[in-house]
C-alpha cells in the first residue's frame, strides 16, 4: 500500500511559479510509475507531467517548456515547478503512483488569476 500526500498548492498571478510536492510512504520502493494528473472545473482529469517506467518524462503539450517534474529518490518525493502560469493552468494537481495498483493523492488547488 502506498500514500500520497501533496502540498504546496496556492493561488498566484498569471505568470507567477508554484512548486507542489508529492510525498511518498508505505511501499513506496514498489512504485514503477509516478507523476502528476490534473483536473480543471467541468473537464475530465488529464496527465500533466510524469515519470515512465523506462526513466523519460512525459508532458502535457500546454506544459511544455514552463513546468518541470522532478524527484528525490532519498526522500520519496516527487516535485511539479510550474513557471509562467496561466489562467487555464488553474486546476486541482492529483499526485499519483503505480506499482501493481493505482493510488492517488487528495489533491491540492492551483488557482492562477489573470
Known amino acids: 500500500q502506498v500514500q500520497l500526500v501533496e502540498s504546496g498548492g496556492g493561488l498566484v498571478q498569471a505568470g507567477g511559479s508554484l512548486r507542489l510536492s508529492c510525498a511518498a510512504s508505505?511501499?513506496?520502493?514498489?512504485?514503477?510509475?509516478m507523476g502528476w494528473y490534473r483536473q480543471a472545473p467541468g473537464k475530465q482529469r488529464e496527465p500533466v507531467a510524469t515519470f515512465t517506467t523506462v526513466g523519460s518524462i512525459n508532458y502535457l503539450d500546454s506544459v511544455k517548456g514552463r513546468f518541470t517534474i522532478s524527484r528525490d529518490n532519498a526522500k520519496n518525493t516527487v516535485y511539479l515547478q510550474m513557471n509562467s502560469l496561466k489562467p487555464e493552468d488553474t486546476a486541482v494537481y492529483y499526485c499519483?503512483?503505480?506499482?501493481?495498483?493505482?493510488?492517488w493523492g487528495q489533491g491540492t488547488q492551483v488557482t492562477v488569476s489573470s
Open positions: 499519483f503512483a503505480v506499482d501493481s495498483k493505482s493510488y
Open positions: 508505505g511501499s513506496s520502493f514498489s512504485i514503477r510509475v
